[in-house]
Structure formats: structure tokens, C-alpha cells
Nanobody, 115 residues
Framework: QVQLVESGGALVQPGGSLRLSCAAS????????LGWYRQAPGKQRELVAR???????NYADSVKGRFTISRDNAKNTVYLQMNSLKPDDTAVYYC?????????WGQGTQVTVSS
């Protein structure tokens, strides 16, 4: 059974930093592409960053240069380091992977950027 559990969301001031974590189970983690998505109120869920099994990464234009996705295969965990946070980054952040042509999501973690 695939499980993704996010953590690390919080209330942070503009310009601040956060690191999100997503612990995965039920998959051969090192083989998987993992992604971070976010959904703000009234908006569609959007891709933030993705990391392949080989470590290749891609980012949404809105977060390039500010966010970094990484993975620790020994811990079955993917991270999202978020720097220079802006109010527009406020959203619920979700971890995602795919197995057997099915998408799996975590429960989400709330990030609020506000003064």
C-alpha cells in the first residue's frame, strides 16, 4: 500500500524559509519520480517541482531559483527547500508519485506566507 506523508508546513513571514518533507512507503522509492504540487484556495493544483529516480529536477517558473527539491533514498524521503517565500506561495503542498499508472497523493501540508 502506497503512503505519502508530508510534514513541515507552517506560518512564515515573507522572505522566510521552510523545508517540507515527504516520507514514502509501499514503493521502491529509489525507482520513482517524486513531485511536489500545491493548491491555493480557488485555484487548480499545480506542479511545483519534480525529481526523477536519477536525480534530474524540474521546477515551475514561479519557484525557480528559490525552491530546491532533493531526495534521500536511504530514508525514502523527498524534500522541498523553500527560500525567499512570498505570499503567493501560500497553499497546501502535496507530495505525489505514480505506481501502476495510478497517481498517489499525501494528505498535504499547509504553508502560509504572511506578515
Amino acid at each position: 500500500q502506497v503512503q505519502l506523508v508530508e510534514s513541515g508546513g507552517a506560518l512564515v513571514q515573507p522572505g522566510g524559509s521552510l523545508r517540507l518533507s515527504c516520507a514514502a512507503s509501499g514503493i521502491i522509492f529509489s525507482w520513482k519520480t517524486l513531485g511536489w504540487y500545491r493548491q491555493a484556495p480557488g485555484k487548480q493544483r499545480e506542479l511545483v517541482a519534480r525529481i526523477s529516480s536519477g536525480g534530474s529536477t524540474n521546477y515551475a517558473d514561479s519557484v525557480k531559483g528559490r525552491f530546491t527539491i532533493s531526495r534521500d533514498n536511504a530514508k525514502n524521503t523527498v524534500y522541498l527547500q523553500m527560500n525567499s517565500l512570498k505570499p503567493d506561495d501560500t497553499a497546501v503542498y502535496y507530495c505525489n508519485t505514480n505506481q501502476n499508472s495510478r497517481d498517489y497523493w499525501g494528505q498535504g501540508t499547509q504553508v502560509t506566507v504572511s506578515s
